[in-house]
């Protein structure tokens, strides 16, 4: 084999190899940027008692609890995720709704209700859950 025709076959692999890896990576990119899902945080409440009156932001703390995420008719779990200990969570899921159950943290508290979600096509739905502590 000629000189010539050696390194224009080498030539064509390294080409190939850097046109197949800027693709992959570029999929991956593309694949991020119009991700579907859902995302939010989880916050615990209220921390102290208060009397009467409004509750005041503060009186929250994030929390990191587990939540089922089910068909819309609670029979098929799709995913489970548990947020960070920030309360800060994101699940990437394909379009369509979706019923979230949060788990309960013990027998009667803290709980969080039940909520139905629709994730659309190239974004992420932002939710919030809130738990309640049951303290007044």
């Known amino acids: ?25 570029f999929g991956l990119y593309r694949e991020k ?3 579907n899902g859902i995302f939010g945080n989880i916050i615990l409440g209220p921390a102290e008692p208060y009397f009467g009156g409004q ?9 990191a609890a587990t939540v089922a995420v089910l068909t819309p008719d609670g029979l098929t779990e799709v995913e ?37 979600v629709t994730v659309g096509k190239g974004s992420l739905t932002k939710v919030d859950i809130v738990y309640d502590t049951g303290v007044r």
Do not use: C, H, Q, W
């Open 80 to 116: 489970r995720f548990t947020a960070d200990e920030n309360g800060y969570f994101k699940v990437y899921l394909e379009p369509g709704k979706y019923l979230l159950r949060p788990e309960a943290g013990g027998p009667v508290y803290p709980r969080a209700d039940e909520k139905i």
């Open 33 to 35: 940027i119009i991700a």
């Open 55 to 63: 509750i005041s932001g503060g009186n929250y703390v994030p929390y």
């Open 1 to 25: 084999m000629n000189t010539v025709l050696r390194n224009t076959i080498i030539l064509l692999i390294v080409i190939s190899l850097v046109l197949l890896t800027f693709f992959s990576y």
